[in-house]
């Protein structure tokens, strides 16, 4: 699991090119309203011309959940494109995108629970495959790990955002949750306590002598 400071948000997979920080409404709205879906899909994709990806990051933050960055990504994309025809200017663009990421992650979160252990991370290009194999874990017992993650009640996993993720420090990571440091504090110990199970840890490469 890669963390990231406060200035650099989440992501499980940065093998896609990032987008733009800011969408242009206009030039938005014109790569929507002409076409098929896959028509759309093939224009929203090169360079990221919706600017999905930096309002993915904000979701992910914002929902405190561990996942593929690069798989909700190309789902948001697609779920922008197979929604396109429906859409006519309303609501605005800003807000029917930010809708489309919304339930990319809906989507993929609820596949977690149905997915076979180890399908969706044992994949060459798999984001947790290519963060497990250099620290000597296994992918599948990574994935599962983030699964459980995501199961958490929402304070443990934001505090583990707050104090792992950002490293915000103890009593501003407590005052931004509206909690005492030391609540703070095991909240996002009963969340890192997923990291820590045997299965995982076992897969750890052995230190050098």
Partial sequence: METHRADRPLSLGAGLPPGRRSSDPGGGAALLLAGSPREVLARIVPGDPLAVRPRLEAALRRRAVLVDSDRAFLRALAECAREAPGWRGRPPLDAWIDRRIEGALDGLLAEEEDEPAGA???????????????????????????????????????????LVIEDRGLEASGTALGVSALECARAARRALDVFLVPPLLSTLSPPEA
Avoid: I, K, V, W
């Fill in 120 to 162: 969706a991370e044992s994949g060459e290009g798999s984001a947790f495959r290519l963060l497990a194999l250099p620290l000597g874990l296994d992918p599948a017992h990574l994935a599962r790990a983030c699964r459980a993650f995501n199961r958490l009640p929402g304070r443990e996993r934001e505090a583990f955002f707050l």
